[in-house]
């Protein structure tokens, strides 16, 4: 971690899939930025055998005169756009988004949560104010307590979201999200069991009380503890964010997975439960 100015999302994954804020809200900045998202690992020669969906999304409501059918993913900004902004407080997610290229972003955020990097070139968001603010002397230095303090916007946002519109906006446009995940790497791998996946790995997250040492052997600051600092980017923004805040998130998130993990019988991941092709490129 490094003292540049922290980085907001909160909205568009708290809407969407309520994972991908915790990294980029304070996080991004302090990773060493990476040109592609990490997905090479899942890539070979030889096609893999086709997983089974545990999480299939609901099938898409019967289309009528009032419904539009869905954009290509490469031109689904506006009508993302407008479907957020028909959801509660949407005055307070304008803070928050960058509208360009949403899901496409989005996906590569969620995914890349559990890993030690993520590319910040792919953000969905825009920068806040502040520094990062540590506490003591050069010999014993603490994560301060005032970093906490910057995540109440966020925070009270997060209270307010209700997972189930906004589960409803996010299953609307769930093909154009499977497109995108397949299109970074993972053909036959189904987006909304990652969602619950990375979701499982947020709660997974420590809870930290007292004060936060920190080292500083370079330009970055660093957790004293090792087994703080080998968790992930999520896990540590997670910590980062003060026991109270994080407190806040994790409850969100287990209600967000109430309502997206549907347990149903596991399906073939080439056919997605009431999912429809996704429109070209």
């Known amino acids: 971690m490094t003292s540049d100015k922290p980085i907001v999302w909160g909205a568009a994954a708290a809407v969407l899939v309520g994972a991908a804020a915790l990294y980029y809200y304070y996080y991004a900045r302090e990773s060493v930025p990476v040109t592609t998202p990490p997905h090479a690992a899942h890539a070979t020669s030889a096609a893999p055998s086709e997983p089974a969906i545990e999480h299939p999304v609901p ?20 009508a993302v756009h407008t479907a957020l902004t028909s959801l509660p407080d949407s005055a307070a997610l304008e803070k ?66 209700d997972v189930k519109q906004a589960a409803a906006v996010y299953f609307r446009f769930y093909p154009l999200f499977q497109q995108a995940y ?52 999520g896990q540590k923004t997670l910590i980062r964010m003060g026991p109270e805040n ?6 969100k998130l287990r209600e967000l997975r109430t309502v997206l993990a549907t347990r149903s019988a596991p399906r073939s991941a080439s056919a997605p439960s009431g999912a429809s092709p996704p429109p070209p490129h």
């Open 59 to 78: 099938p898409p409501a019967p289309q009528g005169a009032s419904q539009a059918p869905l954009p290509a993913l490469n031109e689904s900004d506006q």
């Open 96 to 161: 928050f988004v960058v509208p360009q290229n949403l899901i496409r972003h989005a996906v590569a955020t969620v995914d890349n949560l559990p890993r030690k990097k993520v590319a910040v070139e792919l953000r969905p968001i825009v920068a806040t104010p502040g520094q990062f603010a540590v506490a003591g002397t050069a010999d014993h230095l603490t994560l301060s307590p005032d970093n906490f303090k910057r995540y109440s916007p966020f925070v009270d946002f997060v209270k307010g979201v």
């Open 182 to 233: 397949e299109d970074l790497g993972y053909p036959t791998e189904y987006f909304n069991d990652r969602v619950i996946e990375v979701i499982d790995h947020l709660l997974e997250t420590p809870d930290v009380q007292g004060p936060i040492e920190l080292v500083q052997p370079n330009v970055m600051y660093l957790y004293a503890d090792p087994k703080l600092e080998s968790l992930s980017a």
């Open 246 to 251: 994080a407190a806040v998130i994790k409850a």
